[in-house]
């Protein structure tokens, strides 16, 4: 079964910053098919930030300006810097690998708490 595996979420106070990680499988890895989502308790999954195909970014108008994805295809991972972090941020977040053709393949989360 495949698995991308989601890590460095935690407790950070208001104004900090946390880096997320996904580790994804090198016979799935594909940059510019990779993104982040998130969701809330009570709320939708929603998305966060993505490579689009193109190979250009696409970030909510929520975390522009404050979160960065980027990606190292030497090491099939891919990465969320957060920073200025605020309490609406928490949440746990999703690392997706999207499939033009099936279902797309979802990491298990990590939970982000933003919290003083």
């Known amino acids: 079964q495949v698995q991308l595996v989601e890590s460095g979420g935690g407790l950070v106070q208001p104004g900090g910053s946390l880096r997320l990680s996904c580790a994804v499988p090198?016979?799935?890895?594909?940059?510019?098919?990779m993104g982040w989502y998130r969701q809330a308790p009570g709320k939708q999954r929603e998305l966060v930030a993505e490579?689009?195909?193109?190979?250009?970014?696409n970030y909510a108008l929520s975390v522009k300006g404050r979160f960065t994805i980027s990606g190292d295809s030497a090491k099939n991972t891919v990465y969320l810097q957060m920073n200025s972090l605020k309490p609406e941020d928490s949440a746990v977040y999703y690392c997706?690998?999207?499939?033009?053709?099936?279902?797309?393949?979802w990491g298990q989360g990590t939970q982000v708490t933003v919290s003083s």
């Open positions: 997706k690998r999207r499939v033009a053709y099936g279902s797309d393949y």
């Open positions: 090198a016979s799935i890895f594909r940059l510019n098919a």
């Open positions: 490579f689009t195909l193109g190979g250009s970014t």
